[in-house]
């Protein structure tokens, strides 16, 4: 596999590790084909978030151990999926995003505008 690359082009940097992220659960928002659901967005969580989140279907907080799931808080890092990450946003319920450790395959779901508008860590211009 090549390295995979963040949205702004650089190297994908590490999302969490506490709790332990990522599809492959190997802390990085990867992507490939053993993940169609491209969790490729490292977010940092909030309470209005996650219970959009779970005003949808998409359960954020129950721990399930069966997909090392540890069930997420506020202030959590978590690779999410693109599709999710940007319904939110349509509805006005985003969360924070970590630019770098975004991947950018995101890109083909999620327009780089509305990812710099929730940024941590925007570029300088």
Not at 1 to 9: C, Y
Not at 74 to 101: H, M, T
Request: charged content about 20%; some cysteine; aromatic content about 6%.
């Amino acid at each position: 596999m090549t390295e995979q690359r963040n949205v702004l082009g650089g190297p994908l940097d590490l999302c969490s590790t506490d709790p332990l992220t990522g599809y492959l659960r190997d802390g990085c928002c990867t992507t490939g084909p053993e993940n169609p659901l491209r969790h490729t967005i490292c977010a940092i969580m909030t309470s209005a978030f996650i219970e959009f989140q779970a005003s949808v279907g998409n359960d954020l907080t129950t721990i399930r151990p069966d997909l090392r799931f540890p069930g997420l808080v506020p202030g959590d890092r978590w690779c999410v999926i693109a599709a999710k990450w940007f319904e939110a946003y349509q509805a006005g319920n985003a969360c924070p995003v970590v630019l770098s450790a975004t991947n950018e395959a995101t890109l083909e779901i999620v327009p780089l505008s509305a990812l710099l508008e929730h940024a941590v860590d925007r570029p300088a211009a």
